[in-house]
């Protein structure tokens, strides 16, 4: 059983257009992430969720928007893609209330934008 | 200012021997958490081992123990008995307990086993 899943795996568009990337998470933790890993592999938060509130708003360009239906799952909508948003995007989750709680990752959507 | 410093981009070991990858931290607060996950070239993220830093033991999950030095701030993993899997990126991150939830990711050490 996947604990943490993104969709799509790969997503290949074009500069201007309109994506979304799903997460789900079936662990029951109630705080879910959004990070950014750039081709140098550096890895960046972008938001945090915890029971569907936005407790995490880091320096992202408003052209994308964070949206969580419940505590099991996070989306990541992003407007007019730009070159420069070509990266691989995580989602994970934690049980927010423990702090000593890993993040657990889904496998990750790298995104080309051509 | 950069909270999580890994100072190894890249290392090479021969299998089988003991290898310390290095991390050091900036923080002012007494209560963090530090984490350190392993990246194989399929791209996955892996939880390996965490240490409290109220922790009076260094933590050690079968071959990975974190050597924490507190008062030095750093928390170096040492992997012993290196296998041809263990080549992957290596990244430490910490979350500090009363901030929010985030983890802060170090710029991450490559690691390559040679046979």
């Known amino acids: 059983d996947t604990a943490v899943s993104q969709t799509p795996k790969y997503l290949v568009t074009q500069m201007g257009n309109d994506k979304s990337i799903k997460c789900e998470q079936n662990l029951g933790h109630d705080t879910m992430y959004w990070y950014k890993q750039d081709s140098k592999k550096f890895l960046k938060i972008m938001f945090s969720y915890n029971n569907k509130e936005l407790i995490i708003n880091e320096t992202v360009p408003n052209r994308f928007s964070p949206k969580s239906p419940d505590k099991a799952h996070l989306n990541l909508h992003i407007n007019s893609l730009e070159l420069g948003d070509s990266a691989v995007y995580f989602c994970?989750?934690?049980?927010?209330?423990?702090?000593?709680?890993?993040?657990?990752f889904g496998n990750g959507t790298r995104l080309t934008v051509t | 200012a950069q909270k999580i410093t890994q100072t190894q981009p890249g290392m090479f070991v021969q299998e089988k021997e003991a290898v310390t990858l290095d991390c050091t931290y900036d923080t002012s607060d007494q209560s963090y958490g530090l984490f350190w996950y392993k990246q194989p070239s399929s791209g996955e993220m892996i939880f390996l081992i965490y240490q409290g830093s109220y922790d009076e033991q260094n933590a050690t999950e079968g071959r990975y123990s974190l050597n924490f030095q507190k008062a030095r701030k750093s928390a170096n993993l040492v992997i012993s008995a290196s296998q041809l899997g263990d080549s992957a990126m290596y990244f430490c991150?910490?979350?500090?307990?009363?901030?929010?939830?985030?983890?802060?990711f170090g710029t991450g050490t490559r690691l390559t086993i040679i046979p």
């Open positions: 994970a989750s934690s049980q927010g209330t423990a702090k000593s709680s890993p993040l657990h």
């Open positions: 991150a910490m979350r500090e307990w009363f901030g929010n939830e985030k983890l802060t």
